[in-house]
């Protein structure tokens, strides 16, 4: 039962370039979301999807993309690259919505220099 | 807007001590309560959850006690293991399916 895995588990990038994180999971759950954790802060959600085909912002959107082709992947797109966004990157995923508890991939960290 | 605050870390202690990480929160309504815990190197987990006022919440040993009253939801733990050393995150949701408002995590470190 591989749960949410992410790839890649780091990336170095330079100032403009562009990425994709990937997220999957195999519960079949509805609900998935991606935080960024910065040091000594707490997890800031990015993004979230409720289902396939469907998602929206979530605190910290700016410079992120992100699409739902399918109930178990959830890409995060990075454009044009900054030193702000270096950070570690989380995927989860719920079967019931933020209420309930939430399944965390591995995290992915991001160097932009 | 709801917030979560809990003790500043790292908070070392000797095996078998007791651990007391304090969380308060603010939310409208009556939220969900959660603490995850973050081992090194790996993704946050599910530590014990509380969903109604007086609930207790429990897992592995560790203990939290959901107080509207004084609005907090401390976890506790009454003897300590090395492998309990990780980064403890208190969090709750106050309804609808996107948001989890985390605190900013306290670093535990056991010692043998």
């Known amino acids: 039962n591989a749960g949410v895995t992410q790839t890649p588990k780091f990336r170095i990038l330079k100032i403009g370039q562009s990425m994709t994180l990937q997220c999957t999971q195999d519960?079949?759950?509805?609900?998935m979301y991606w935080y960024r954790q910065d040091p000594g802060m707490g997890l800031k959600l990015i993004y979230y999807?409720?289902?396939?085909?469907?998602?929206d912002k979530g605190e910290v959107p700016n410079g992120y993309n992100v699409s739902r082709s399918t109930t178990e992947d959830f890409p995060l797109r990075l454009e044009l690259a900054a030193p702000s966004q270096t950070s570690v990157y989380f995927c989860a995923s719920s079967n019931l919505g933020a209420r309930e508890t939430q399944y965390f991939g591995p995290g992915t960290r991001l160097l932009v220099l | 807007g709801d917030s979560v605050t809990q003790m500043e870390g790292p908070v070392t202690l000797s095996e078998e001590a007791c651990l007391t990480i304090?969380?308060?929160?603010?939310?409208?309504?009556?939220?969900?309560l959660f603490w995850y815990v973050q081992y090194p190197g790996e993704g946050l987990q599910l530590l014990l959850k509380a969903t109604k006022a007086d609930d207790k919440g429990s897992n592995k040993g560790f203990e939290a006690t959901y107080r509207k009253e004084t609005t907090s939801f401390h976890l506790e733990k009454g003897s300590v293991q090395v492998s309990d050393s990780a980064v403890y995150f208190c969090?709750?949701?106050?309804?609808?399916?996107?948001?989890?408002?985390f605190g900013t995590g306290t670093k535990l470190q056991v010692i043998p």
């Open positions: 999807s409720v289902g396939a085909g469907i998602t």
């Open positions: 519960m079949n759950h509805n609900y």
């Open positions: 969090a709750l949701n106050s309804g609808g399916y996107q948001k989890v408002t």
């Open positions: 304090n969380c308060t929160y603010t939310a409208t309504g009556y939220p969900s």
